[in-house]
């Protein structure tokens, strides 16, 4: 593959037209009240904000200190107080890499502010030890156009890399997006069309919010999105916002992202392997131990890993003999 210059004058619309105002979610999905800090505090991925969301107010993630979750989205208000003395000010992680930076930068400085990193990807360096990534659920990341666009419903992989390569002969007038560096959904779409960052061509507007279709302007853009979310989105949850637009997700390969119909609907945990993946809670090793840890997150007996209707409610797929191990280990 060649390297790509990523200059984007004149081939990208403008931010105005992508609808960027729309951004952020709206704040009752943070902790509401904000005060009310309880046992655990998460930030990072925007994939699995509202599963974590939703598994916060579950009545089957309780103990007699009442809701253990407290998780801050991706996005909103630029900083978030996360627990009631000495964390005040934390810049908002926008996604699974700055999620886990900003839990390693807490584990470094000592001061118990995060206690968890949401993250759409597993590690990459296991020469650490320091943070255990946990699986809870699985996904599927494919591409989405708008509802009446030309481009086909059914894409290869070499088709995809070539557009996002802005090297397609096929698909000339393509306008692929691509989320922010630090999203996970970016990460795991490049790595599933076998490209790296050299690789992402001229044409790619790369600086988009993952997972959220009202970006896609026209019918010749198209965007890697998370089928989960897509599927959450369109579900009418209170604090679930629905992004979706009139993107719909499509088959690459061949495989069908969703199965079923209406309150049926569910991902294809039989999607092609490349585009499947785990998503993670990621804890430093070392509170393992902890009790609240322990019972919240650890082995598919864990009080998330039990909640099986919440996971299936948000869109994702059950992992139910791997949910809760804490043998990966390392980092980003």
Excluded at 119 to 136: E, H, M, R
Excluded at 196 to 221: L, R
Aim: net charge negative; glycine share 10%.
């Amino acid at each position: 593959m060649n390297v790509k210059s990523r200059v984007k004058a004149g081939a990208v619309v403008g931010a105005a037209a992508l609808g960027l105002g729309l951004l952020s979610s709206p704040a009752s999905a943070d902790p509401s009240p904000a005060t009310d800090y309880r046992q655990l505090t998460g930030v990072g991925s925007d994939t699995t904000q509202h599963v974590m969301n939703g598994l916060s107010n579950s009545t089957a993630v309780t103990n007699a200190g009442g809701k253990i979750i407290a998780s801050w989205n991706a996005t909103g208000t630029a900083t978030i107080t996360t627990k009631a003395t000495g964390c005040a000010g934390i810049t908002r992680p926008n996604g699974s890499v700055l999620g886990v930076s900003a839990l390693n930068r807490d584990l470094a400085d000592g001061t118990g502010c995060i206690d968890f990193a949401r993250s759409a990807l597993g590690p990459v360096d296991a020469s650490s030890t320091d943070l255990t990534w946990i699986p809870f659920a699985r996904d599927v990341v494919t591409y989405a156009t708008d509802l009446g666009s030309p481009l086909p419903p059914n894409l290869t992989t070499e088709q995809l890399t070539d557009i996002y390569e802005c090297d397609s002969t096929e698909f000339p007038n393509a306008q692929p997006l691509l989320p922010h560096s630090g999203s996970g959904t970016r990460t795991l779409w490049l790595q599933a069309l076998g490209m790296s960052e050299a690789d992402v061509g001229y044409c790619v507007n790369d600086d988009i919010q993952p997972n959220d279709g009202v970006q896609i302007a026209n019918g010749s853009q198209l965007m890697p999105y998370s089928v989960a979310q897509w599927i959450s989105q369109g579900k009418g949850f209170a604090d679930v916002p629905n992004r979706r637009g009139q993107s719909r997700v499509r088959s690459i390969n061949g495989f069908a992202p969703i199965t079923g119909t209406g309150p049926a609907l569910a991902l294809n945990t039989n999607f092609d392997a490349k585009y499947l993946h785990d998503v993670y809670n990621v804890v430093p090793t070392e509170n393992l131990s902890d009790a609240v840890i322990t019972e919240t997150f650890l082995r598919s007996n864990s009080k998330v890993c039990r909640d099986i209707d919440t996971i299936q409610a948000y869109g994702f797929g059950v992992i139910t003999r791997w949910c809760g191990d804490t043998t990966l280990k390392g980092e980003r």
